[in-house]
């Protein structure tokens, strides 16, 4: 079943195009991850949208994801709450929503 996961950000004062400029260069090469998106959300703030085959896929790729991660750490703030500077949520899908 279809999974995807999201991950919020918020970058350091200006380092915002050197994050964007890392996602574009980024490569996510694993098994069952098709695509993947980094979204604008607000002055500095981002969210990632991964899609995988399935949740087995996208718990296999945790380590490579974390390496990408520490490629860009240095670019990101703290987002308080105890969150570090990320804060993912992950799921399968329940619902396909169409035009």
């Given amino acids: 079943m279809t999974a995807y996961n999201?991950?919020?950000f918020r970058t350091k004062p200006g380092r915002e195009e050197a994050f964007i400029d890392a996602h574009k260069k980024a490569?996510?090469?694993v098994k069952g991850f098709r695509k993947g998106a980094l979204i604008?959300?607000?002055e500095r703030t981002f969210?990632?949208?991964g899609e995988w085959k399935d949740m087995d896929s996208?718990?296999?790729a945790r380590p490579q994801m974390i390496a990408l991660l520490?490629?860009?750490r240095?670019?990101?703030e703290d987002l308080g709450s105890d969150l570090g500077v990320?804060?993912?949520v992950s799921g399968t899908v329940v619902a396909d929503i169409g035009t």
Avoid: E, F, N
Wanted: a negative charge; charged letters at 30%; glycine letters at 4%.
């Fill in 86 to 88: 990320t804060d993912p």
């Fill in 47 to 49: 969210c990632i949208v």
């Fill in 70 to 72: 520490d490629t860009m």
């Fill in 6 to 8: 999201v991950v919020r």
């Fill in 58 to 60: 996208l718990a296999a």
């Fill in 74 to 76: 240095d670019m990101l």
């Fill in 40 to 42: 604008k959300t607000g």
């Fill in 27 to 29: 490569k996510l090469d």
